[in-house]
């Protein structure tokens, strides 16, 4: 009988540590693994959870997490912990799950007393991602050349530009026209601009200062008289400077047609009514 009792005793003060392992082999960088440790304590045991791993990095493998199932002090405990693949060897090597040691307190009468648990280190065979030197072959080998780019269909590109340049022709036009050509066109249509350019196909005299006394008419926006001259010109300040000069030959206009006279200078008056025209033009322009 006392050795039935003693037996027994025995066989429930003795914890026991089993372990589920990974396969060894087919490994690769990144892989995860995992290795489960079964804990069976007797009665008043606990486990020591100081004695735990702590995740974290170990040499080719990093200790990713670790779950633990059960009280510290309960009879069955389940430890599961992920393992990964950190470094690709050149050829096929051997990594190792470090070895594990667990720490249980045991009930020894008033006293407790200390069992050291080990797990051994598992070995993992881990791959290189390729081979040292891959076949030469295509795909294989040394680096290959970029993929060509697709090529995008570049009509619809083509349309736009020349939509675009049509249109930043036609604005560049309309711009010309209207800071440039308008104006310059303008000034060309005016009474005397007119005047100035018809009088070089006049022969007579006579046809040469029509041309003047149309170019005030046609300035003012009415017939202008000798005693119209003054009001006429404080409506045209530009014309102001050419006041004495004009008043000079438009009496000299009369008398031509008027007041003919014998011996009279045309070719004088001629020259003074072309000098004239071309300052009132010149003045117009500004205006």
């Known amino acids: 009988m006392a050795l039935g009792c003693g037996a027994a005793l025995a066989a429930v003060e003795v914890p026991t540590l089993a372990t589920t392992e990974p396969v060894a082999y087919g490994h690769r960088l990144g892989d995860v693994v995992?290795?489960?440790?079964?804990?069976?304590?007797?009665?008043?045991?606990?486990?020591?959870?100081?004695?735990?791993?702590?995740?974290?990095?170990?040499?080719?493998?990093?200790l990713r997490s670790l779950q633990h199932q059960g009280a510290a002090d309960a009879a069955e405990q389940t430890l599961r912990l992920r393992y990964q693949v950190m470094r690709s060897p050149e050829q096929p090597a051997v990594s190792e799950?470090?070895?594990?040691?667990?720490?249980?307190?045991?009930?020894?009468g008033a006293t407790r007393r200390e069992a050291v648990l080990r797990a051994e280190a598992w070995p993992l065979v881990v791959g290189p991602l390729t081979p040292p030197q891959p076949p030469e072959r295509a795909g294989l080998g040394p680096l290959q050349p970029?993929?060509?780019?697709?090529?995008?269909?570049?009509?619809?590109?083509?349309?736009?530009?020349?939509?675009?340049?049509?249109?930043?022709?036609?604005?560049?036009?309309?711009?010309?026209?209207?800071h440039l050509g308008r104006?310059?066109?303008?000034?060309?249509?005016?009474?005397?601009?007119?005047?100035?350019?018809?009088?070089?196909?006049?022969?007579?005299?006579?046809?040469?200062?029509?041309?003047?006394?149309?170019?005030i008419d046609e300035?003012?926006?009415?017939?202008?008289q000798a005693e119209d001259l003054d009001a006429w010109l404080a409506e045209r300040p530009a014309y102001a400077p050419l006041a004495t000069e004009l008043r000079a030959?438009?009496?000299?206009?009369?008398?031509?047609?008027?007041?003919?006279?014998?011996?009279?200078?045309?070719?004088?008056?001629a020259t003074r009514l072309r000098t004239l025209l071309r300052q009132l033009a010149q003045a117009e322009a500004h205006a």
């Open 249 to 269: 030959v438009l009496d000299a206009s009369a008398c031509h047609f008027f007041a003919p006279a014998a011996g009279r200078d045309d070719a004088a008056l």
């Open 219 to 224: 300035d003012a926006g009415r017939a202008v």
């Open 97 to 108: 799950l470090p070895t594990l040691t667990l720490r249980v307190t045991l009930p020894a």
């Open 34 to 62: 995992e290795r489960q440790l079964h804990l069976r304590l007797p009665p008043g045991a606990r486990l020591e959870t100081s004695s735990l791993p702590v995740p974290g990095t170990q040499g080719a493998l990093e």
């Open 146 to 178: 970029d993929r060509p780019l697709p090529q995008q269909p570049i009509a619809p590109i083509r349309q736009q530009a020349q939509l675009g340049a049509a249109l930043t022709l036609l604005a560049a036009a309309w711009l010309g026209w209207r």
């Open 183 to 215: 104006p310059l066109w303008w000034r060309r249509q005016r009474p005397f601009a007119r005047a100035w350019r018809a009088l070089r196909q006049e022969a007579s005299l006579d046809a040469q200062l029509r041309r003047l006394h149309r170019a």
